[in-house]
Every structure is written in C-alpha cells, then in structure tokens.
C-alpha cells in the first residue's frame, strides 16, 4: 500500500487565438536548487506533520501559498489576493479538474497531481514578483505592512507575534517560488525531447523542468488531449 505523502496543481490555460485555434499555456514557478541550478515546477508540497490531510487540501493549500493568492481560480471577478484555500479546496473535492496523475514511486510513496484550468492572466507573473519584493522587504524590517498589502494572508499579525520577537513577520511559504511564469505546452515539450529537461540558460545558470515535473508531465501528454 502506498503512502501519501503529497499532492500540488498542474495549472494550465487555453488561449483562443484570432482563427480559432487554441493554444495550451502551464503556469511554473522558479525555485533555487542551487547558486547555479533553479527548477521550474508545479504548485505542490508535503502532507502536514500530522497525516491528517487529503490531497485536495494538499494541493490547494500549496497552490494558494506558491502563487501567493495572487491566482484567478475561476475568474476575474474574484477578490485577490485569496486568504485562505478553502475555495481551491472544494473545486477540487468536486471532481472539477481536467484529470488526476497519481505517481507512486519505488519506495510506495504516492503523490497526486490534479491538473487544473485557470483563467489566463498574462499580468500574473509581474503582480506576483512586485507582491513577493514586498514582502520580502517587509520580513526584512525595511518596509512597513500598510495599505493593501497589510491585509495579506503571507503577513503574520501583530496580536500572533505578540511576546515572541523571534518569529517571522512573513509565513515564509508565501515565498518559496522565486517567480512565475507562463510556458506553452511545445516550449515544454521541446525542453523534454530535445533539451534534457533545460528550459532556461542565463550565463552560468542553469533552469531545469524539475524531475518530479517531467514524469507528471509525461503522464499529462500521453493521457490527455487538450
């Protein structure tokens, strides 16, 4: 029997284009591997320490916290930044995602990845790297959290932090991905087949689909048809 030991989204959009056709477009976030090596890969993460959540819960809490609740989900009536995952949640307990990969590896432990349609929103990448500066400015002490960003579900309360001057004023999960970005569905492909998984090289910089991405991807291309 394998065991959960967690879940993400594979985000994707259509882009419907003058003539019609359609084009496929992943939302990937940026993570730092090494000072050379970044990864490109989906919203996802670990079980909590208790074992006590499904992947639904995994993967949209991971989704929320990774895009920084600056993702529509649905569309762009929705109120942004999101402050919880609870909406996510529920999309995906409801069977409301294109498909499910489920991967088990060698060792029996199982992750899940659902993947899942948003709108398309071409600004995403630059709101989120200008919020995440933010942020980051403000766990530094060198920027006050007033106004908008006051408000947002990464800032940990001064009534939290009250009688603990060690912790963080920033729920550092807000800001693991270092920057997001939209790849169209041949950009992936031609990073799997004919690029060894490398998407990206700036300099000595390497930025590589990350190997878990590969084999869900995989899975999505040979399952799939969008």
């Known amino acids: ?10 985000p994707f959009a259509r882009v419907i284009n003058e003539d019609e056709s359609v084009n496929i477009y992943f939302l990937l976030g940026l993570e730092q591997i090494s000072d050379t090596q970044q990864t490109w890969d989906i919203f996802g993460g670990h079980i909590s320490s208790d074992h006590t959540e499904t992947p639904e819960e995994i993967a949209s809490r991971e989704f929320i916290e990774e895009t920084a609740g600056l993702a529509y989900i ?8 999101h402050q919880n995952s609870d909406q996510l949640c529920e999309i995906l307990s409801n069977n409301q995602y294109l498909m499910k990969v489920i991967h088990n590896d060698n060792e029996n432990r199982r992750y899940v990845a659902f993947v899942t349609e948003i709108p398309f929103d071409p600004d995403l990448p630059t709101r989120f790297y200008e ?7 403000i766990a530094k002490g060198t920027r006050n959290a007033v106004g908008d960003i006051a408000k947002h579900p990464a800032i940990i309360p001064e009534c939290v932090r009250s009688g603990n001057p060690d912790m963080p004023k920033i729920n550092w999960a807000y800001l693991e991905k270092k920057q997001l970005q939209w790849y169209s569905k041949e950009t992936i492909i031609k990073a799997l087949t004919k690029q060894n998984g490398v998407l990206q090289m700036s300099g000595t910089c390497i930025k590589r689909l990350r190997n ?5 991807f995989k899975k999505i291309m040979e399952q799939c048809e969008f």
């Open 212 to 216: 878990e991405f590969q084999i869900v």
């Open 131 to 137: 919020i995440r500066q933010h942020l980051i400015e």
């Open 1 to 10: 029997v394998c065991q959960l030991v967690g879940a993400g989204i594979v």
């Open 74 to 81: 649905l569309n762009f009536d929705e109120e942004l930044p």
